[in-house]
């Protein structure tokens, strides 16, 4: 049994995504417009909203990585126990 390779790819902080959170930010200001000057004090900066994605990009392709170890672990056990 083999496992495919998938090639590890880095979090890219383009344009598109900054304005896609400014978009996103806005229309959570927006939703509650009494309350919008308090949302955008909670609201992190897009610089430190980009680099919490990275963290998390980071994290989520790890767990992702030690997900398939596993279950090609789990699976290669079954096979060599059966044979």
């Known amino acids: 049994m083999r496992l495919k390779h998938r090639p590890r790819s880095e979090y890219a902080v383009t344009d598109r995504k900054r304005a896609a959170a400014r978009r996103m930010q806005q229309r959570q200001r927006d939703s509650l417009p ?8 909670t ?3 897009i610089d430190e909203l980009m680099a919490t994605r ?8 790890q767990q992702d990585r030690d997900r398939r170890a596993s279950l090609w672990r789990r699976a290669r056990r079954e096979r060599v126990g059966h044979c």
């Open 43 to 45: 609201q992190p900066g």
């Open 54 to 61: 990275i963290s998390r990009w980071i994290a989520w392709e």
């Open 34 to 41: 009494l309350l919008a000057e308090l949302i955008a004090e």
